[in-house]
């Protein structure tokens, strides 16, 4: 499954996806291959993405957000955050850049085939994850209940609005908390733990999916704890 060879991708595509007056700016970022198909890779994986002949910015570590049942382009969120990223973010349709991987174990839900999904990750974490839900839908008879909880800093920090507010078309729920909220936002606001925990979902035949930063990975680990779901049904990427 895993690749670690180095190779060139063009940019197929550099779209803007938080609100244009967020001073935080995230990409959704597209590489096609020079030549041939896609490595295989399984949900959640990531690569190292880096600027031929340059050592300067240092290469970095992006997850991907496409499905490995769509296999045309790798998808990445990248927010303008340092000297690689803020490079991403304005690179030009056309640019090469240079690519190693796909690494990492990524999300393996073979073994839990029946089972309920909860896939929880804030902010750009959420990329690894929605790798996973396409796969999820591609093979949706295999699974019972899927749920999503994702978390962003303010409304004008969402991703993905449109395609997330659609997947229940595909029988998968979807929670969105806003860390500060509005008058008119009506839904949770805090952090995903405490959206977890006011759920309380079964951790009964369960597994979790967690992506994001450590503080939240850690949170949201011990509030599924605290639910009932098994060590061993509380699954990191990475």
């Not at 959420?126 to 396409?134: D, E, T, V």
């Not at 939240?216 to 990427?237: K, P, R, S």
Request: charged fraction near 20%; glycine fraction near 8%.
């Amino acid at each position: 499954m895993q690749n670690s060879s180095t190779y060139r991708m063009r940019v197929k595509e550099n779209i803007r996806m938080t609100d244009p007056d967020c001073q935080d700016a995230v990409i959704h970022l597209s590489l096609e291959p020079l030549r041939g198909q896609l490595a295989d890779f399984r949900p959640g994986q990531y690569v190292r993405i880096g600027i031929p002949k340059l050592n300067d910015p240092a290469p970095g570590y992006f997850a991907i957000a496409s499905c490995p049942d769509e296999p045309e382009v790798y998808e990445f969120f990248i927010k303008d955050a340092g000297p690689l990223s803020a490079y991403l973010c304005d690179v030009e349709v056309g640019t090469l850049l240079e690519v190693e991987g796909p690494m990492g174990k990524g999300f393996d839900l073979t073994p839990y085939k029946g089972n309920d999904i909860y896939l929880i990750g804030v902010g750009t974490g959420i990329a690894p994850l929605r790798s996973l839900w396409h796969s999820i839908i591609h093979h949706r008879e295999d699974f019972g209940k899927v749920s999503i909880y994702a978390g962003f800093l303010t409304e004008m920090h969402q991703l993905l609005t449109e395609e997330l507010a659609e997947l229940s078309r595909h029988d998968i729920e979807v929670s969105i908390t806003l860390e500060m909220g509005h008058d008119s936002w009506d839904g949770p606001i805090g952090y995903v733990q405490h959206a977890l925990k006011s759920d309380a979902p079964d951790g009964t035949n369960a597994v979790a999916c967690l992506a994001g930063m450590s503080a939240m990975v850690d949170a949201c680990t011990e509030t599924l704890q605290n639910l009932g779901f098994n060590d061993d049904c509380i699954l990191l990427n990475h």
